[in-house]
């Protein structure tokens, strides 16, 4: 069954440094999403991107995230100076058809911000 | 705006026994529903979905939901459920072409 994929799965970094959370969809869906979930909490909706832009973003993602398809297979999500409260799991989610049919996760990268 | 709630932050439950994860929505136009489950350490992996038609859905592991649009709700059932049905259960909505919105989850123990 096709997958996506997310590396690293565990990324360690100090506050105000620059991570970058990679991810390969699943080849055929045109559709790309960022979760995020912080312990014990629900998982919150980041951005969604289609077309070589983005679609939707919420209140999380501000000026110091960014999303970017650098080729035809990876979904990157920059995080340009990282805050203690950055830490949190993040999932990429890919989707054939844009949400109508349930998205495809990823195993998520647990981002810890020291 | 469309808003999911889970009204069980924690169901234990004997192996063998039957349980029910309870989730209301609420939206303002027609929706689909969606259920996750994370086991530990794990992504989210899409148990049952509901789009349109029947409104008893199916999922993989013996799952099964029931839209029910009077009372907006999308209850989660298994008849007996195992040791390995142990993780956390997400409720989902979204609305057409919209982002999916999860509910608080809920952590489904099972003893034995």
């Known amino acids: 069954e096709p997958e996506v994929t997310q590396t690293p799965s565990h990324q360690v970094t100090q506050m105000g440094q620059e991570v970058i959370l990679r991810c390969v969809p699943i080849?055929?869906?045109?559709?790309f999403y960022w979760y995020r979930q912080i312990l014990g909490q629900k998982v919150e909706f980041l951005v969604s991107f289609y077309n070589n832009e983005i679609s939707e973003k919420s209140e999380i993602f501000d000026d110091q995230f960014s999303v970017e398809r650098p080729d035809g297979s990876n979904f990157t999500l920059k995080i340009r100076s990282t805050k203690l409260e950055d830490s949190a799991m993040y999932f990429c989610a890919s989707s054939e058809i844009a949400a109508n049919y349930g998205y495809t996760f990823g195993s998520g990268t647990r981002l810890t911000v020291v | 705006a469309q808003s999911v709630t889970q009204l069980d932050s924690q169901v234990p439950v004997f192996e063998e026994a039957p349980v029910e994860l309870r989730c209301n929505y609420s939206s303002s136009v027609s929706v689909y529903l969606f259920w996750y489950v994370q086991y530990p350490n794990q992504g989210l992996q899409l148990l049952l979905k509901y789009l349109s038609g029947s409104t008893l859905v199916k999922g993989i592991n013996g799952f099964e939901a029931e839209f029910n649009k009077s009372q907006t709700s999308f209850h989660l059932r298994k008849p007996s459920v195992h040791i390995s049905d142990t993780a956390e259960y997400f409720c989902a909505v979204s609305e057409v072409g919209r982002q999916l919105t999860f509910g608080s989850g809920t952590q489904l123990t099972v003893l034995p």
């Open positions: 080849s055929n869906h045109l559709y």
